[in-house]
């Protein structure tokens, strides 16, 4: 079957291509169906793929993105949980027809939520994974650090769950957004003569990949307190001694980790308090009760667009923190 899928065809490079879906028949345990919505995580797929290679071993072309819903048309034989007609979320990529195991799927709830907004689930499983992981507990202060996609979907995560959430990015717009999505400690650089903040902070969910920022939060954070790498650093962007860290970390008892979402996973499993796929469903909830705010947040676009939409994050143009291609005709 020939399929459409966005790829990295060069560096900086994406388009919509032609190929193939395996000719293999459906396995009993899986389903298939043609894309509906996908959306798009621009630090990873353009900081990481477009600009510093990150699958750079791999041979062109690449297919991207890790958020999608499609309408199953095919079940496998032991197939209990989709039937032909559902919606169904997964970590795809951005093309348009899919075939994947029915336990790395979740159904949409699609009489209670728009379509369109169940990507997202995605997008909100990378905080929810730092969520599980913490040792900060309500009604603790948390920062969050860049107001990206994942970043203020990251402050509404613990807004939601009641913490005292502060968000921080340089950035007029992005602030303005966030403030829109009902985050109301909104400040555009961490300031350690805050009385609020310093010292007092318990978890910083660093979501800019800048090791400033890093710095920052752990010479504010309480002590004995976490900073969190939710952003990648795919980039050196200053000259930063690793000195300035480590004082902090030695003096504060502060804990600097990993925020990987991978961390947790993928299926439930016994004497684990968290996976990947109960986030998503716990996620498509939240969307479906409307206790998350997405209202000015994304673009939609057509997927032969694509090469426009990348441009335009790779040169700092993209008025939204996202966008979510509509694959309907493709």
């Known amino acids: 079957m020939k399929i459409k899928k966005i790829c990295v065809t060069a560096k900086g490079k994406v388009e919509l291509i032609e190929a193939k879906l395996p000719a293999a028949k459906i396995a009993d345990d899986e389903i298939e169906g043609r894309a509906v919505y996908s959306a798009v995580s621009p630090g990873t797929e353009t900081a990481g793929v477009l600009q510093q290679g990150l699958f750079s071993s791999f041979k062109l072309p690449i297919s991207i993105g890790y958020a999608m819903v499609f309408r199953v048309e ?40 728009e379509a369109v907004l169940s ?18 507990r309500p009604p603790n202060k948390v920062m969050i650090t860049g107001l990206g996609i994942v970043g203020n979907l990251a402050a ?50 660093e979501c800019s990949g800048h090791e400033k920022a890093v710095v920052e939060a752990l010479n ?64 498509l909830n939240w969307l479906k009760e409307g206790s998350i705010f997405l209202e000015g947040i994304y673009d939609i676009a057509r997927p032969a667009d694509a090469s426009k939409i990348y441009d335009n994050y790779l040169k700092g143009r993209a008025e939204r923190l996202t966008t979510v291609f509509d694959w309907s005709g493709v």
């Open 220 to 283: 504010i954070v309480a002590k004995r307190g976490e900073v969190v790498l939710l952003g990648v650093p795919w980039a050196r962007k200053t000259d930063i001694c690793a000195y300035d860290a480590f004082y902090a970390i030695f003096h504060k008892y502060a804990v600097l980790r990993s925020g990987w979402e991978w961390e947790v996973p993928i299926q439930p499993a016994q004497f684990k308090g968290s996976s990947m796929m109960e986030n998503f469903k716990g996620a």
């Open 74 to 113: 095919k079940c496998g034989a032991k197939v209990k949980d989709f039937k032909p007609g559902n919606l169904a979320f997964c970590m795809s990529n951005h093309q348009s027809y899919h075939r994947v195991k029915a336990v790395d799927c979740v159904k949409v709830p699609e009489e209670e939520l």
């Open 156 to 205: 509404q995560v613990f807004l939601r769950c009641g913490y005292d959430v502060y968000a921080v990015d340089p950035s007029d717009a992005r602030r303005k957004i966030a403030e829109s999505c009902g985050i109301k400690n909104v400040l555009p650089f961490i300031d350690p003569k805050d009385a609020r903040l310093n010292e007092k902070v318990q978890l910083v969910v």
């Open 119 to 136: 990507p997202f689930a995605r997008l909100l499983g990378i905080s929810m994974c730092t969520l599980a992981t913490t040792t900060a």
